[in-house]
């Protein structure tokens, strides 16, 4: 259990939250919107790293050894992908590339797109829930079994990756989710803060 003094559980000291990433995964939105700060070096204390990346534009190699060093001290780790509304790159190709240049990632929520194509829901495949983003607050509602068929695989290997690091496998910095993020429309928001609730809970 952690200790009274380590500096995310004494009362009064807030959560350090780094942000890192290219300038072209918009790191300082994603800071912006979690309460982080990007202009922390690599080596200052941290409680929880979250690595903004834009699969259209690649993972540059400062990124990359950002993440080894963290990997070294077992930080906690997100990736947010954002650029989910372009049409250069998706989710899937994000955690591909991440896949080969950090470590492992789990895919707790998939996207969701409108008849347009775009993004519009996410859906949690722990429950198998929808996340709607098209109006002003988001609305939960169960997802059809067209659905559930479509995610069944993803389901299935995101729930034996969950298994094997633990109910604590985030928080030590074993499990690393990555979220679709789309700041202007709060898609992926409302995750990260739950993820962030985790460390500081």
């Not at 080894?68 to 049409?87: D, F, K, N, Q």
């Not at 910095?173 to 679709?180: S, V």
Request: charged share 20%.
């Amino acid at each position: 259990m952690p200790s009274p003094s380590s500096p995310k559980f004494t009362q009064g000291n807030p959560l350090k939250i780094h942000v890192f990433g290219h300038e072209g995964a918009d790191p300082e939105g994603v800071a912006h919107s979690v309460g982080g700060s990007t202009h922390a070096d690599v080596y200052e204390d941290c409680d929880l790293a979250i690595f903004a990346i834009n699969a259209a534009q690649g993972i540059d190699a400062e990124t990359i050894e950002t993440w080894e060093v963290l990997s070294e001290s077992m930080v906690p780790r997100i990736i947010a992908v954002t650029g989910i509304e372009g049409v250069e790159a998706d989710f899937d190709d994000a955690v591909l590339l991440a896949n080969r240049v950090f470590d492992q990632t789990v895919t707790p929520y998939l996207v969701l797109h409108d008849e347009a194509g775009i993004a519009c829901a996410l859906i949690d495949l722990a429950n198998l829930r929808i996340i709607d983003y098209s109006s002003s607050v988001p609305t939960i509602s169960d997802s059809d079994p067209e659905h559930k068929t479509l995610v069944s695989e993803f389901r299935q290997e995101y729930l034996e990756a969950l298994e094997i690091a633990g109910e604590d496998g985030f928080a030590a910095g074993m499990l690393f989710p990555a979220i679709p993020v789309w700041l202007e429309k709060g898609i992926g928001v409302d995750i990260l803060q739950t993820y962030i609730s985790k460390i500081n809970s």
